[in-house]
C-alpha cells in the first residue's frame, strides 16, 4: 500500500499508452488507458478508470510492427476506437482531479506521448502542476538490469500481464507499485526524479518539472540519495 504517497495525494492516476512508434511528436496514440486510484480505509483501490483504443488520422497507418508487439489491429482501431476529441475529454476528465500524482512505468515515454496529443487540443498546459512518479526508476533501483516491465512483473510476482495493452499494462503497473511500497514505503522521495542510463544522455524532450540524474543499473543504492 503506498501510504507514503496517500499521505501527499488524493489521487494516484496510473496510466499507459501505446502507440504507432516511439517519437512522441511524430507518432499517435493508439490506446490509452488510466486508472484513477484512492485510499478507502487504509487501502488503495480503483474509484474510476478509462481504457480506449483510439483511431488514426486519416494520412496515417499503423505499422506492422506496432500490430505483432500490441495485437491492435488497423481494423480494430476503425470498428472499435474512438476519435481523438472523445480520446482527449476522457483523458481531460480523469485529469481534471485536484490533488493527483501521475504515474507510469518508464514515465518518460508516457507522458511526452499525453504532452503532444494534448497540445493538438491546445491543452498541454492540463499537465503543468502534477507531480509525476516513474515505476521503472523505483524498480531499477532496487533491482538488476533487465528493467522492462515484464521483469517487473517476475520479480515481485505481478498477477497482471505485460501484454502491450494500456488496461493491463497500466495494472500491472498498479500492482507493482503496491508490491514496492510494501517492500520499502518511500516512493514519495522518487517524485519528480527520473533516472536514465549515462551512456545515451538526458532524455529528450525533456520535462521541465522533472529532475534527471544518471542511474546505475545494479539494484544497488538510492537515486534520491545522490
Keep these: 500500500m503506498p501510504d507514503s504517497l496517500f499521505h501527499q495525494f488524493e489521487n494516484i492516476i496510473v496510466f499507459d499508452v501505446e502507440t504507432t512508434g516511439l517519437n512522441p511528436r511524430q507518432a499517435e496514440i493508439i490506446e490509452i488507458a488510466a486508472l484513477r486510484v484512492v485510499s478507502k480505509q487504509g487501502s488503495p483501490e480503483i ?7 483510439v483511431t488514426l ?27 481523438r476529441d472523445e480520446a482527449y475529454e476522457a483523458l481531460a476528465e480523469m ?6 500524482l501521475l504515474v507510469a512505468y518508464n514515465a518518460q ?18 499537465l503543468k502542476n502534477f507531480k509525476m512518479l516513474d515505476a521503472m526508476t523505483v524498480y ?20 497482471t500481464p505485460n ?20 517492500e520499502a514505503d518511500d516512493l514519495d522521495r522518487y517524485i519528480n526524479l527520473f533516472g536514465y542510463n549515462a551512456k545515451y544522455g538526458v532524455p529528450k524532450p525533456q520535462i521541465s518539472s522533472v529532475n534527471y540524474l544518471p542511474q546505475r543499473y545494479t539494484g544497488r543504492g538510492k537515486l534520491y540519495e545522490v
Design 47 to 53: 474509484e474510476d478508470e478509462f481504457n480506449l483504443l
Design 95 to 100: 485529469l481534471g482531479h485536484p490533488d493527483s
Design 163 to 182: 501484454t502491450h495493452r494500456a488496461s493491463d499494462d497500466a495494472r500491472a503497473t498498479f500492482e507493482l507499485l503496491c508490491k514496492m511500497s510494501t
Design 109 to 126: 515515454f508516457d507522458l511526452c506521448f499525453l504532452y503532444y496529443f494534448l497540445q493538438k487540443f491546445q491543452d498541454e498546459a492540463l
Design 57 to 83: 488520422p486519416p494520412d496515417k497507418t499503423l505499422p506492422a510492427v506496432i500490430t505483432n508487439l500490441t495485437g491492435i489491429t488497423e481494423a480494430m482501431l476503425i470498428s472499435e476506437g474512438v476519435s
Design 140 to 159: 531499477k533501483d532496487r533491482k538488476p538490469f533487465p528493467h522492462k516491465l515484464v521483469n517487473a512483473i517476475a520479480a515481485y510476482a505481478v498477477t
